[in-house]
């Protein structure tokens, strides 16, 4: 039968589209991921974006801007133009990260399905709290993992072939060179399709 649709916390998501071919099911990185930045603004904002490398800027410099008419001085950041002053990511220094692992898989019925996600979104939560972090609502950990599994669902391996293999991954990747916690964090979550014997690590051929 043809895909039904993604399951997710009992709930039956839109089905993706037919026409989107199935990857080789021994590994196989997907097109696309879910990424979120944390501010202490608005929280998590983010979505579906392609699959592709983090860029951690190790830039950030603060400097000394003089008021107009009162003379007072206060401090701004900003990005300089040419030789910068590096400062890298707090994740780079301290390890301030947390990570989960989860599959999706397809049922006798053909659809996608997830075991449990609501409990790895609450280990995430419990683990960023550990570490200083603003913990992923479990809501918005959910939906994350969805919409991932949703837009790479032609790379959920055949029944039986293997699986969807997710990794959310939360990192504190705002600029601080001293002990503390990042002034920002990212959300991620991306996966790679695996066969059932995931020891033989082989690469799709072609």
Avoid: H
Wanted: hydrophobic share 35%; proline share 12%.
């Amino acid at each position: 039968e043809g895909e039904r649709g993604v399951v997710v916390g009992g709930v039956r998501l839109a089905a993706p589209r037919a026409s989107t071919p199935t990857p080789s099911p021994f590994f196989s990185v997907p097109k696309f991921m879910y990424r979120a930045r944390w501010s202490p603004e608005g929280g998590y904002v983010g979505g579906v974006v392609p699959y592709g490398p983090l860029s951690l800027d190790p830039s950030a410099q603060v400097r000394d801007r003089r008021d107009g008419e009162g003379g007072g001085r206060r401090r701004q950041r900003r990005r300089p133009p040419t030789r910068p002053t590096s400062t890298p990511p707090q994740v780079l220094n301290y390890g301030q990260s947390v990570f989960e692992g989860m599959k999706a898989q397809r049922s006798a019925k053909g659809r996608i399905v997830l075991f449990r996600p609501d409990k790895n979104a609450a280990r995430c939560a419990a683990g960023a709290a550990r570490l200083s972090m603003p913990p992923v609502p479990e809501a918005q950990f959910a939906d994350a993992v969805a919409a991932a599994v949703r837009a790479n669902a032609a790379w959920v391996p055949p029944r039986g072939k293997g699986s969807l293999y997710l990794r959310p991954l939360l990192l504190g990747t705002g600029p601080i060179l001293g002990l503390g916690p990042a002034p920002y964090y990212d959300f991620i979550v991306f996966g790679a399709a695996v066969g059932a014997n995931l020891a033989t690590r082989r690469a799709p051929s072609g």
